[in-house]
């Protein structure tokens, strides 16, 4: 089986080809300055493919992406008949998805309304998505989004102290991020310790709260886990500052006349976050 692999930026665009079964990755590499001229770095085994390709929109990138993948000197399948399905990272899924998805235009609408939530992400995310019908019609599209894992958060984590009004008009809450990661650091957590997640209400003391570092790092501290795969206490931007935020409160939320910014209650809070 294969799965191609998309994560789209604003203006770049990495893709890996990969069998889910074995976790074997055939071929990776990056599409970037889509919009200004293109270039594509394409990586198979330890060979490295580098061209300029113009590249005004995802679609001419995704084209690329498939070509090099059919190509016969420096492809790894014959046809994109051979590709079972397109699996796209989606930042944020709001509090509509509390898990993968197919892709179809409810979906497509749904990340949509969350653009508030993600502008800098989800119209990136939706490009590569939109792009993907013009060049494999048939192939199904798979959602899978950062913020689903955290969705069984109770309100006492995820609610902010401020007015209710801004969480049931503006969804503003804490959502968590980076759950791909962090179910992959779970998951291997249980499996190499043995333990059974099944009824466990913590992770064990001797484990720190696992953590996602990168431009912009998390982490988060498993607890009350009836599946046994969820996480459920999510701490982000207290300690751990991101590349491009300051505090626990996006600060687009506190932007563009947001009435969060002017709530006289929250004013000098918000402006030293």
Do not use: W
Not at 25 to 50: F, N
Not at 168 to 180: A, K, L, S, V
Request: charge should be positive; glycine fraction near 10%.
């Amino acid at each position: 089986m294969n799965i191609l692999v998309i994560n789209a930026g604003s203006s770049s665009l990495k893709y890996q080809l990969m069998d889910p079964e074995t976790g074997v990755v055939s071929a990776k590499g990056l599409c970037e300055r889509i919009y200004i001229d293109g270039r594509l770095t394409h990586r198979v085994g330890d060979r490295k493919v580098v061209k300029d390709i113009p590249m005004p929109s995802h679609s001419e990138a995704i084209a690329a992406v498939l070509a090099i993948l059919v190509d016969p000197v420096d492809g790894v399948i014959k046809s994109t008949d051979e590709i079972d399905a397109v699996g796209h990272r989606v930042l944020h899924g709001g509090m509509k998805f509390s898990d993968s998805c197919i892709i179809d235009d409810k979906c497509i609408k749904a990340i949509e309304d969350c653009i508030p939530l993600g502008p800098l992400h989800n119209p990136a995310n939706l490009m590569g998505i939109r792009a993907c019908p013009a060049v494999m019609p048939n192939t199904p599209q798979v959602a899978v989004f950062d913020t689903a894992f955290h969705m069984t958060m109770p309100p006492k984590a995820y609610r902010y102290a401020i007015p209710t009004e801004y969480f049931e008009n503006d969804d503003i809450r804490r959502y968590g991020f980076h759950g791909t990661s962090h179910r992959f650091i779970t998951k291997r957590y249980f499996e190499i310790t043995g333990k059974n997640p099944e009824g466990t209400k913590h992770l064990p003391q001797v484990c720190d709260p696992p953590c996602h570092r990168s431009h912009g790092p998390s982490g988060h501290q498993a607890g009350e886990l009836p599946s046994g795969q969820r996480l459920l206490h999510v701490r982000r931007g207290r300690r751990q500052v991101p590349g491009h935020l300051h505090g626990s409160v996006p600060p687009g939320r506190c932007a563009h006349g947001h009435p969060l910014r002017r709530h006289r209650r929250l004013r000098g809070p918000v402006h030293l976050q």
